[in-house]
C-alpha cells in the first residue's frame, strides 16, 4: 500500500460516521418496487444524492425514465484515460409484514454493528459508499486521469427496464467504460485461517415460467360438478417439486475449491453432490451457493387462482422462478418444463427470458487491480482470490454489451457473515465494517486505476 492510499483509507475512517448517516438516509427513502411501471419512487433517492454530491461541488445529472424513475450520473476525472464505472440500485424489494422484523423496516436504526432496514443491504449500503469514494476523492483532492463514473439506477428489482437497462439503450456513452464493478459478489470465505474472495465475472440467466391450468368452475355447493383448477394445480406443483435438474461443473469456480475450501480431491459431476454434503457440515453458506453454481433452479413462487370464495376455481396460474447455467439457453428451459408436464390436460406453459446469463474475462488487468484495492481496503496482504459466478442476475448484463469489463464483486469486511444480509428477507441489515469497507475499496480501486502515480 502506498503512502498516498493509506492516506485516503484513514480519509474514509474518518468520514465512517458521515458514511453510515448517508446509508441510514437512504434507508429510509422507500424506494419500493413492486415490479410496476408507477412503483419505485427511485427520483427520490436520485435528488437526494444529487444534493449531497453537490454538497462538495460534484455535479450530477438525473435521466430520469419516467417521471418518478430516477437515474443518477456523477463523474469524476480529467477524461485523459482509462473510464471506470460505479455501479449500484436504489430500489428495493417490497416489505411484506412489518411484524415479523425486529426494527422499522425503513427506519435505518443500529444495533449490534449493523445498519438495519429494506435495502441496507441490497443495496443502499454500496450507494452510500460509491457516492462517498467520489466525494472523498474530491475532497482529498486526489488528480484522476480518467473518468471515473457513478451510475446508481432505478427498477433493478424488476428486471431494469426504466434503470440501467433503459439507460443503455437511450444513453449507452454514459455507461460505456474500461472496467465497471456492481454487485453479485464479495462474500469472505475463510478456509484454514486464510482469507478468500469469490471474484463474481459472470451471472446466472433468469426466467419465469407462467403455468396455466384451465378447469371447469362450478357453484362451491356442488364442487363435484367442477374440475376444480386448484386441485389440478396440485399435481403440478408435485412434479416441479420431484423434478431433479441436471448437475454441472464446468463453472470455473469448481477448479478453485482447493484454495476456497480445502477439497483436494478432483470434483465431478457425479460426486459434487456428496463433496458438498460433506462441505455443509463445516461451511453451509458456501455449500448453498456452490450448490445453485451447479445446476439450474426451477421454483415455485407465486400462485394466483379463483375469483370468488363460492366459485370453484376453473383457472390457475403458476408462475416459476429458473435461473439457468450459461450454456442452458431458452430452448433448454422450454424442454426442461415440457418434461416435467408432459401428459397432463389442460396444461400450457410460457417462458419469459429476463436476464440473459453473462460474463467478463478473468484473466484480465483489471482483476488485479481489484485484488490489489482489497487488501488496500481490508488492511491484510495475504488474501487469496478465486473466479466465481453470481446465482442471481444484476444489471451488469446491460454494460458488458457495452464492452465494459464488468465484476460483480464490492468486498464485505471479513469479520462480517453475508448470511445475516437478509437480502429479500425480514431483518434485512448490513454490517458497519462491511459500509466502512465498500467506501475504501471503491477508493483505492479509483485511485489505482486512473491515477499515474499508481
Known sequence: MTAEISRLMELVDAAADEVVRLTQDLVRIPTVNFGTPESGDEMAAATFL???????????????????????????????????????????????????????????????????????????????AQAMALILLKRAGVPLKGTLTFATCADE??????????????????????????????????????????????EKGRLEIHIRIR??????????????????????????????????????IFQHLDTLAGITEPVTDENIDRVLAELEKRNPNLASMLRAASRMTLVATMIQAGVKSNSVAEACTIICDVRSLPWQDVEYVRSQVAGILEGLDGVSFEVIETAVSNASPYDSPFREAVEAATRDAIGVDDIAFVPGISVGFTDSRFVRPLGNVTYGFVPSAPTDDPSRSGAHNINESIGIDSVIAATKFHVALAYRLLTRTS
Not at 59 to 83: C, K, M
Not at 166 to 181: T, Y
Not at 224 to 232: C, F, G, M, Q, V
Open 215 to 252: 378447469g371447469r368452475g362450478w357453484h362451491a355447493s356442488q364442487p363435484w360438478r367442477a374440475d376444480n383448477a386448484i386441485y389440478k394445480a396440485e399435481e403440478v406443483i408435485r412434479r416441479i417439486r420431484a423434478w431433479r435438474p441436471e448437475v454441472s461443473t464446468r463453472a470455473e
Open 157 to 202: 428489482e424488476a428486471g431494469g427496464a426504466y434503470g440501467f437497462g433503459w439507460m443503455a439503450k437511450h444513453h449507452p456513452d454514459v455507461l460505456r467504460a474500461d472496467f465497471a464493478v456492481n454487485e453479485g459478489g464479495g462474500g469472505p470465505v475463510w478456509h484454514d485461517g486464510r482469507l478468500i474472495y469469490p471474484i463474481s465475472t459472470g
Open 50 to 128: 444529487r444534493d449531497k454530491l453537490a454538497e462538495d461541488g460534484i455535479d450530477a445529472t438525473i435521466y430520469a425514465a419516467s417521471e418518478n424513475r430516477g437515474n443518477l450520473v456523477a463523474t469524476l476525472g480529467d477524461g485523459n484515460g482509462p473510464r471506470l464505472l460505479f455501479m449500484s440500485h436504489t430500489d428495493v424489494v417490497p416489505v411484506e409484514d412489518p411484524d415479523q422484523w425486529t426494527y422499522p423496516p425503513f427506519s435505518g436504526e443500529i444495533a449490534d454493528g449493523r445498519i438495519w432496514g429494506r435495502g441496507a443491504s441490497d443495496m443502499k449500503g454500496t450507494v452510500a
